[in-house]
């Protein structure tokens, strides 16, 4: 059973660099075919996707979002972290780490953090 945890503070100041780290068990992140995404939802909206780091190490980002984001992974952790930058409160959601596959099917995900934009 796979399972993932996010992780990381809870309030961030606008201008700051938002930092999250996802924590992968019961299946390494270097397994073949899989890709590891981050996502999120706003108060009141619908999910958003961020952006994955596939199982070789690349990533793709939501064009909305490229120029402001960074995915990054540790395999010794068995771990990726989301950075964003330049938050505003736009920013303030639940983010959710989650495993998907070349179908674009999300079969495993992370209970959520919320993180709050505030000054």
């Known amino acids: 059973q796979v399972q993932l945890q996010e992780s990381g503070p809870g309030l961030v100041k606008p201008s700051q660099t938002l930092s999250l780290t996802c924590t992968v068990s019961?299946?390494?992140?270097?397994?073949?075919?899989?890709?590891w995404n981050w996502a999120r939802q706003p108060p009141g909206k619908g999910l958003e996707w961020i952006g994955y780091?596939?199982?070789?190490?690349?990533?793709r980002y939501s064009p909305s979002l490229e120029s402001r984001t960074s995915i990054s992974r540790d395999t010794s952790k068995n771990q990726f972290t989301l950075q964003l930058s330049s938050v505003t409160p736009e920013d303030t959601a639940v983010y959710y780490c989650?495993?998907?596959?070349?179908?674009?099917?999300?079969?495993?995900w992370g209970q959520g953090t919320q993180v709050t934009v505030i000054s």
């Open positions: 019961g299946g390494s992140i270097t397994t073949n075919l899989y890709n």
């Open positions: 780091i596939h199982y070789s190490g690349s990533t």
């Open positions: 989650a495993r998907g596959d070349v179908n674009l099917v999300y079969d495993y």
